[in-house]
Structure formats: C-alpha cells, structure tokens
C-alpha cells in the first residue's frame, strides 16, 4: 500500500513539474511576442533570420545526435572492443 501511494506521489509531482515547464514556456512565447509586436517592421526579417538559424542549428545538433546514436548502437561490439 505505501509503495503504491509513493508512486501516485511521484506520478502528482512530475504532473506539476510538466504544468511548471508548460506555463514557463508560454509565458516565454508570450513574452517574444510581445518584443515581436512592437518591433519596427525593418527589423522583423533580421528577427526572423535569426530564428531560423536557431531552429537549423538545432535540428543540425538533433541530427548528429542521432546519428552518434546510430554509431554506438550498430557499432556497440566494436567499440568494446576497442575500449580493452
């Protein structure tokens, strides 16, 4: 009975620890639209190219990730063995 209270505890907590992230996040949308909103127009493709640099970036560093990934899972005997 107390393990399955414990788990219902940790199950609530990472629960509010979601909700925390999620309202920090829109919070944050919120407040780059706001800066958005007032900027002048001449600078919104400035703001925009860099955005997108950003998002390429991270899918660049996703893409590696999984490829790295990839490496050691396929490749998980070999580097064992290379490790000895």
Known sequence: MRSACIGWLHTVKAYICKLKILDMDEQIRMQINEIIQKLPENKLKHVLDYILKV????????????????IFDEDAELLEKLAQ
Not at 55 to 70: G, H, I, W
Request: aromatic share 6%.
């Open 55 to 70: 998002e390429k970036s991270t899918n660049n560093q996703k893409e590696n990730s999984d490829y790295l990934k990839k």
